[in-house]
């Protein structure tokens, strides 16, 4: 899989830090074909036009031609671009900005890294533009289609301070969701269960064996057929908060991949449906201050008082 890659000998381009991909083995001539083949969402075309514009580099920062063979285990460097990119209509929120930490508040919609059709749209991206800070990491993700909280670590060697936080579940975060109410439920309760990639691979779904996820669910108060629920994740899996609620019988209002895939990657935003989950608050203490950490999202979903 691709990834950013802040290569020494490749600056920031419009706020957009190299990506790095592995070469494989396989029946590849060239660079050319490598690319083409290992990412077909983009036009033979199109990579051509970024090789002959000097836009492909090879692991020591160098350009590279588009006919140039494929030695296996190398690395290959390029620049995220999407033609006539959409824009969004939302803006993010700075909550926080010090020398180590910022703290932003996405809306729904807006990926945290580049990703699809959004790469200037997305909120790294955005915050390096409008901050001046090429070293911005994301600490952590959240979903696209999620709204809230998303921490970024200032200092490049201080990310895995701020990353060891979550691995070692240190975070408490704390999500709200509007779903469908059921009174023959009781909460609060607990739901554990091993999360695991779908069939399709942009979902996850539950499988029998030893639990790998945990999530705490409770109701903040109801509104006829709805209610406002509290969801504080002990885990991190993929979708988890969102698998729970469906397996709960209670897909989060919005959610176009549970219980079923409503919209295809291509099809138009939708921006009126936005899925009902947001990352409402995270605290934690600082791992390079020491300071005790509590943030909230200013945004509100639709059963919020």
């Not at 739901?191 to 779908?198: G, H, N, T």
């Not at 029998?208 to 669910?217: D, I, K, R, Y």
Request: overall charge neutral; charged content about 20%.
């Amino acid at each position: 899989m691709a990834r950013a890659h802040q290569h020494p000998a490749l600056p920031t381009r419009d706020g957009v830090s190299a990506s790095c991909v592995a070469l494989t083995p396989g029946p590849w001539h060239s660079l050319l074909d490598f690319l083409a083949t290992r990412f077909p969402r983009i036009r033979r075309d199109q990579w051509a036009e970024r090789f002959a514009q000097g836009l492909i580099f090879n692991a020591q920062g160098q350009p590279v031609e588009a006919d140039a063979p494929c030695p296996p285990h190398t690395r290959l460097y390029y620049y995220r671009s999407v033609p006539q990119e959409p824009a969004l209509p939302f803006e993010a929120q700075v909550l926080f900005q010090d020398a180590h930490l910022v703290v932003a508040d996405k809306p729904h919609f807006m990926p945290v890294t580049p990703s699809g059709r959004y790469v200037q749209q997305s909120l790294l991206v955005q915050l390096k533009q409008r901050l001046g800070l090429d070293t911005l990491t994301p600490v952590h993700r959240i979903d696209r289609e999620t709204a809230g909280l998303v921490l970024f670590s200032v200092q490049a060697h201080q990310r895995n301070a701020y990353q060891a936080l979550f691995r070692e579940r240190q975070v408490h975060k704390v999500y709200e969701a509007v779903a469908a109410f059921d009174p023959g439920l009781s909460f609060p309760r607990t739901r554990q269960s091993r999360l695991e990639s779908d069939t399709q691979f942009f979902r996850s779904r539950e499988v029998a064996g030893p639990p790998n996820s945990e999530t705490h669910l409770s109701v903040l108060y109801t509104e006829g057929q709805h209610a406002l629920y509290r969801l504080e994740p002990v885990t991190g899996q993929r979708h988890q908060l969102r698998v729970h609620m469906n397996a709960l019988g209670l897909p989060i209002e919005g959610d176009q991949f549970y219980p079923t895939v409503l919209r295809g990657p291509d099809e138009a935003e939708d921006f009126s449906t936005p899925l009902q989950l947001l990352a409402k608050q995270m605290a934690f203490t600082d791992p390079i201050t020491g300071e005790a950490r509590v943030f909230h999202s200013a945004q509100r979903l639709r059963l919020a008082l």
